[in-house]
Structure formats: C-alpha cells, structure tokens
C-alpha cells in the first residue's frame, strides 16, 4: 500500500473555472481575482484582501508596508518554515527569534516580550499546525510597546481563538495557497487587512508599485505612474479560478481533516504517544496531524515508515539552524524548546481523500516503527 503524504482536493467544478477564465479575455489580474478577494475577505470578516502569488510575497508585502528597513528588528518563532524569517531578511531588517511554548509550539508571547529591544518594529506570530497564537494577549503587549503585529497564517484560513480570527488583531494576515495547503492553486496566497492605508499599499506594491493594473488600463488610456518600486507579486485569474470553488468548501473539508485528526490522537492517547495541544478556546485548522516521538528513534521511525509506503515529514527544522542562520552566529541550544519539538516530530497524513483503510494503515506502519 501507498499513502502520500498529501493530496489536493480539487474537483471538475474547479477545472471548469479555469476553462472558463482560459476561455475569456483575461487571464491575468482581473474579475476572477477580484472575486475571490471579495469572497475571502468576507470569510475571514475583513475589510481587505490582496491576492498574491504566495504567502512569502503576503509577508514580504506587509513588512513593506509597514516601512521595515535596514537597522529594524522583527521577531518571529524559529518553529516556522524558512520564508517566515526570509521575509525580514528581504528587507535588510534583522529576523529575532523568541522560543515556543514545549506544550503547544506555538510562539510563546512571554519569549516574545524578552525578545523587545529599541530597534524592534514588528513581530510575525505563526499559526502553527492551524493552531492560533495567543493574539488577545499578543495584541496588547504589541499595543503597549509600539509594535506593529503580523500573522503568518498559512496554516490557519479556518482557525480561531477567543473567536478571533486571523487578520482581526493584527495589521495583516497572510495565507497561503501552495499544493499542500488547506485550498490550494499549486501556488498561491493571500493577505487580509482591516486597514485602508495598507490594503492600498499591497495593491500597489504587489503589481510593481504602478498605480493601474492591466484591467484597469483597459479601454481608455491613462498615465501610468510610480511612486516607489513594487514587485511582480499578484495573483491571477487562472489561479484565482482553482481558490473561489473551494472557498465553499471549507468547512466540509475541515470537519473531514477534524475526524482524521481525533482518530490519531485516539491512537497516540493509546500508544502514549505525546502530539501538540490545543491551546484553551482554539478552533484548530487542523493543517498537520503532527506525532511526538523519541527524538534518538525520530529518523529511524521515518525510514520505516518510508519503506512502507507511507508519506511523512517534519515541520519544521528550526530556521535557526540552517546554514544561513547559523552563520549569522545561531546555533544549537538558543532556542531549546523549538529544538526539541523539532527533533521529535513527525507529521503525518492528513487531507479530506484520505480513507479510513489508508489512516488505518498508517497508524499501523506507525506502531510498527515506533517500537
Ligand atoms: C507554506 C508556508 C509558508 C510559505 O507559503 P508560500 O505560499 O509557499 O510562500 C509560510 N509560512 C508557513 C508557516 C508555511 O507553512
């Protein structure tokens, strides 16, 4: 038997879409983009939403539209993927890193407030495994310090806490749709905003800092101009066609990735097996279905597995440990939380086409290499 690690979900109604769009004028930044930005900006009850053509774009934007430059800080978890912290390199600004809480991984907002020195500007917050940072707590220690609050939310479009949503307590959200996400169009993303001043900077800033796009441009001949340099970050119709179908099946999705994930953790309760908690009032977006193990036996179970068949990974390495990082003077031990998580982890399948016959066979490969 073969189980991959993950699987898309898309359907014929979705390939209809793209025919669709490939089938009329434009193909570009224009009404299907729109459409889905009005669409997803409503289900995430915000005002704004730009889409771009990745998360890493999204946060690039949003640090740009807060004005981060050279001698600026910004801190994030070491517990991320790489773009996270890459972001604030973009922007010749210093990526600072606070440590997790062991219990959740999530970034912990007590490392957070250690971390704050005079240089600091932002702080990224990721929604680890769909699972929400503490943002109550979170937004009021960026209010009192003067600091702008950002979400790396790629894991996170249906995830709440304190029925706060992503986008709601910060300057901006960014999602991603990339091929393993929650909704996907291979490549993808999006930011969500309530602020009118930035979602007017993304816009401008994601299509080369111009002031038209080409849709806008179309018919009648306006002078273009530009006030400061952008970037080639929108999205387009062709992917904006994969998203706007599967917006309306967020929630049946879920709720099959939420039946994956209790059956898994039936298993480890079972097995002894430690996995990530839920934080207090957290509505997970269940992204990864993540299983803790005995760090000496971690590879060694994920060759086995392998050699079953089945699809794993480790989210993440901690991005102070790759080289880049480290030869910035990081090294093992800084951040001994998000290092030990690291070296337990393991992630295992979890999409809506997983059957119960492949979880099955999972959880046994998983019993099997564990002992
Ligand atoms: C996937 C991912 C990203 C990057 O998303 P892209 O759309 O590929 O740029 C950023 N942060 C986290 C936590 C991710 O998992």
């Known amino acids: 038997m073969k189980v991959e690690f993950s699987k898309h979900n898309l359907t014929q109604s979705d390939i209809t879409e793209v025919v669709n769009v490939l089938n009329s004028l434009f193909i570009t930044t224009a009404s299907k983009t729109k459409e889905f930005e009005e669409k997803f900006a409503q289900i995430l009850m915000a005002k704004h939403c730009a889409g771009v053509n990745s998360a890493t774009a999204g946060l690039h934007l949003l640090l740009k539209s807060i004005g981060v430059t050279e001698g600026d800080e910004v801190i994030t978890t070491p517990l991320s993927f790489v773009a996270t912290a890459n972001v604030i390199e973009y922007c010749g600004a210093k990526a600072i890193f606070a440590d997790v809480d062991l219990v959740t991984g999530l970034i912990s907002v007590e490392a957070i407030e250690n971390a704050i020195t005079e240089n600091t500007k932002a702080v990224i917050a990721v929604h680890l495994y769909g699972n929400m940072v503490d943002m109550v707590e979170l937004k009021k220690l960026c209010d009192k310090r003067g600091l702008y609050l950002i979400e790396d939310a790629a894991h996170c479009v249906e995830g709440e806490r304190d029925s706060v949503v992503p986008g709601e307590f910060s300057i901006g959200a960014a999602f991603s749709f990339y091929a393993t996400k929650n909704i996907t169009s ?3 993303g999006a930011v969500v905003t309530n602020n009118s001043d930035i979602a007017n900077k ?19 001949h306006v002078e273009l101009d530009m006030e400061v340099p952008g970037y080639k970050y929108n999205m387009f119709d062709i992917q904006a066609a994969l998203l706007v179908n599967q917006l309306g099946k967020l929630d049946e999705n879920l709720k099959k990735r939420e039946h994956i994930a209790l059956t898994y953790e039936r ?14 009032n957290c509505k997970s977006a269940r992204h990864l279905a993540v299983v803790y193990v005995d760090a000496l036996k971690r590879d ?4 086995k597995m ?6 794993v990974s480790v989210h993440f390495k901690p991005i102070h440990l790759m080289s880049w990082y480290k030869k910035k ?4 031990g800084d951040f001994p939380n998000a290092e030990n ?6 992630s295992l399948p979890i999409y809506p086409k997983l059957t119960q016959q492949e979880q099955e066979y999972v959880i046994d490969s998983l019993k099997q290499s564990v002992i």
């Open 186 to 188: 291979g490549e993808g």
């Open 202 to 220: 993304l816009y401008t800033l994601r299509l080369h800092g111009l002031n038209r796009s080409a849709e806008n441009r179309y018919g009648k």
């Open 267 to 280: 298993f480890f309760n079972e097995a002894g097996l430690d996995y990530p908690m839920l934080p207090p």
């Open 300 to 303: 060694e179970i994920i060759k």
């Open 306 to 311: 392998q050699e079953r068949g089945v699809g």
């Open 329 to 332: 003077g990081f090294k093992e």
């Open 341 to 346: 998580i690291s070296s337990r982890s393991i």
